[in-house]
């Protein structure tokens, strides 16, 4: 980082006490509005020093000697100065300095830079982030942490090894050694991406070494559960407790909309008795903290009445007993293969299949979905909401049914 100004003086500084005689020449180096001084090791008496130069005024050798021993001494700050534009380091009063001094500056270590990164966000928790996100990054860290311990043997390294090689190293260990699928490897990158902005933006490494690399995803079967398969699920006789409880809590989203983290969290309290006279769910989204308003279907109601006393749900102040999204996940394969999907189902896809099955294809205005989702751009809920043939075909039936009536 290069400094604003840059300035170089040499002058006499009166000791303590000072009587008379010799006093010491300093040297004062100032860089945007910071200085410091060191001591020149060399002494002038008052009346033979040239404030305008700098210099001992004379011709005599020993004044010689002292001058030039200055202009050995100027020289080599310049050089302390060009050599951290050079290097890309920040250039400072305090850099310059233990440039001359010969003081190397510690190296700064990525997995330090990291935790200092998670312990902040740690503190904001509840403010300006999630637990769910923090914990995300506490991930995000011990892979970071895997891979230096695979490829440099070491637990964390400086940032003078963090370039291009360095990423596309970590990408391969994510996917060839620990079996990660390319989607999850590009999250994992996108954090470790923010920790490398940030010592960007500090200066502490010249450029982006995630520059030209490809964090494109590859697309993913996301199609909602059609109404046959959905049927399937919703009718299926599960004598395992297990995968009842998994299923319930699976269909109430498809009919509720609410993701993981949401459904998660709910407290009885939140759901309300609406304007209508019906029951309905009152929720702040955790992802975009906006308010969601939806009316509770028949479907949902149901399931609420059927753990309103389970003890998990009466002892934590829950509507559901949500177990954690990897075991609900896992759970969803073996459902879907007793149910006889053969495709696999993740738990966000209930979110996809109330926006799209439920909702749209039965025309309920994508104006209302978008609301009840809690999206504040209705550009997501298009994306979620992906138009089926289904309501393609209602759409025209409709239309012809308009062009017959004209005799058109």
């Known amino acids: 980082m290069l400094s604003k100004t840059f300035n170089l003086l040499f002058y006499l500084k009166k000791p303590k006490n000072y009587v008379g005689g010799k006093m010491p020449i300093y040297i004062r180096i100032t860089t ?23 210099r001992l005024a004379g011709t005599k050798q020993e004044v010689r000697s002292v001058n030039a021993y200055l202009d050995s001494l100027q020289t080599k700050v310049y050089e302390a100065h060009r050599r951290l534009i050079d290097s890309g380091k920040e250039v400072n009063a305090e850099s310059i300095r233990n440039v001359l001094l010969g003081i190397e500056d510690r190296p700064r ?33 011990r892979n970071v942490k895997e ?24 990408a391969f ?5 620990r079996n990660i699928s390319h989607n999850t490897t590009m ?4 954090y470790f991406k923010k920790i ?23 697309e993913v079967d996301r199609r909602p559960l059609d109404e046959i398969e959905l049927a399937a699920i919703v009718d299926k006789k599960f ?39 019906k029951k309905w769910l009152s929720i702040k989204r955790q992802k975009t903290d906006t308010r969601s308003k939806i009316p509770l279907l028949p479907v ?29 996940n896992s759970y969803l394969k073996e459902i879907a293969d007793v149910c006889g999907i053969e495709r696999n189902i993740t738990f966000h896809l209930a979110r996809h299949t109330f926006a799209t099955t439920v909702t749209l294809s039965n025309n309920v205005p994508i104006e209302s979905v978008s609301k009840m989702l809690g999206h504040k751009d209705l550009r997501t809920t298009q994306h979620y909401a992906k138009i089926i043939d289904k309501k393609v075909s209602n759409d025209m039936e409709a239309l012809r049914f308009k062009l017959e009536s004209k005799g058109i």
């Open 32 to 54: 945007d509005g910071c200085r410091f001084e060191l001591a020149a090791k060399r002494d002038c008496e008052p009346e033979k020093w040239n404030s305008q130069s700098g």
């Open 109 to 141: 270590m990525i997995m330090a830079i990291f935790k200092e990164h998670n312990d902040e966000m740690q503190a904001l928790i509840g403010k300006d982030f999630t637990r769910s996100t923090y914990n995300r990054y506490e991930a995000a860290f």
């Open 147 to 170: 891979f230096l311990l695979f490829k440099y043997k070491a637990a964390d390294v400086s940032l003078d090894k963090l370039d291009y090689s360095l990423i596309t190293a970590y």
């Open 173 to 177: 260990y994510l996917k060839g050694k």
């Open 187 to 190: 999250k994992y990158l996108v």
């Open 196 to 218: 490398v902005l940030l010592c960007v933006k500090s200066g502490w490494i010249v450029r982006d070494p995630f520059f030209a690399f490809s964090m494109a995803k590859q």
């Open 239 to 277: 004598p395992n407790e297990r995968l009842r409880k998994v299923r319930d809590i699976f269909v109430f989203c498809c009919y509720t909309g609410l993701s993981y983290v949401d459904v998660q969290k709910l407290k009885r309290s939140e759901m309300i008795d609406g304007f209508d006279g």
């Open 300 to 328: 949902p109601l149901k399931i609420l009445e059927l753990y309103s006393e389970h003890i998990q749900c009466i002892s934590q102040d829950r509507l559901l007993p949500v177990m954690t999204n990897q075991r609900m």
